[in-house]
T-cell receptor
Framework: DQQVKQNSPSLSVQEGRISILNCDYT??????FLWYKKYPAEGPTFLIS?????DKNEDGRFTVFLNKSAKHLSLHIVPSQPGDSAVYFC????????????FGTGTRLKVLA | GAGVSQTPSNKVTEKGKYVELRCDPI?????LYWYRQSLGQGPEFLIY????????DSGLPNDRFFAVRPEGSVSTLKIQRTERGDSAVYLC????????????FGNGTRLTVT
């Protein structure tokens, strides 16, 4: 049972435009969400997180939006840069649990120069 | 250290052999996690330590897999009687172990079972 889903395996965006990566979850106990970026042969790198008490968190070019009623979150990157080309994973955890993080299957973003 | 360190970076072993994978977390991080990532998939949770004890080992696929963290710092993931299906990248991560603390990953160990 995939509790965290990223339904788009890949996305291509022109440099300078907005990239929107989506993530859905099924477990209503999840209350902390994170986005990670992964380059080949490296471990995932933490990008940005959001707690369920918020619906938006912004850090520079990266903004994460959380829609709890829809059990949906999205990562917006604007403006997109070629160096943003990577695989992006969303992850979720329940702070009432054991802080176990469940990851989605990832979306490969390609930013075209 | 500056980041999470995993050794070896690559390991090739024959089916049926025993392997150990090592993880050195960020200094001061009390929580340590092991994940496994297969091609085209996201990281799959295996086990999580808080200090020396396994707080959640629900992701270990079977009793061939075992992990220890005897002094609350370095951890070793041990796989007995390896199978070809165990081939994957094994990722270790650490965190401060408090609510809403993100994981910081190492670069992983690529295990290939021939």
């Amino acid at each position: 049972d995939q509790q965290v889903k990223q339904n788009s395996p890949s996305l291509s965006v022109q440099e300078g435009r907005i990239s929107i990566l989506n993530c859905d979850y099924t477990n209503s106990m999840f209350d902390y969400f994170l986005w990670y970026k992964k380059y080949p042969a490296e471990g995932p790198t933490f990008l940005i997180s959001i707690s369920s008490i918020k619906d938006k968190n912004e850090d520079g070019r990266f903004t994460v939006f959380l829609n709890k009623s829809a059990k949906h979150l999205s990562l917006h990157i604007v403006p997109s840069q070629p160096g943003d080309s990577a695989v992006y994973f969303c992850a979720a955890s329940s702070t009432s649990g054991t802080y176990k993080y469940i990851f989605g299957t990832g979306t490969r973003l390609k930013v075209l120069a | 250290g500056a980041g999470v360190s995993q050794t070896p970076s690559n390991k090739v072993t024959e089916k049926g052999k025993y392997v150990e994978l090592r993880c050195d977390p960020i200094s001061g991080h009390t929580a340590l996690y092991w994940y496994r990532q297969s091609l085209g998939q996201g990281p799959e949770f295996l086990i999580y330590f808080q200090g020396t004890g396994a707080a959640d080992d629900s992701g270990l696929p079977n009793d061939r897999f075992f992990a220890v963290r005897p002094e609350g710092s370095v951890s070793t993931l041990k796989i007995q009687r390896t199978e070809r299906g165990d081939s994957a990248v094994y990722l270790c991560a650490s965190s401060q172990g408090t609510e809403n603390s993100p994981l910081h990953f190492g670069n992983g160990t690529r295990l290939t079972v021939t």
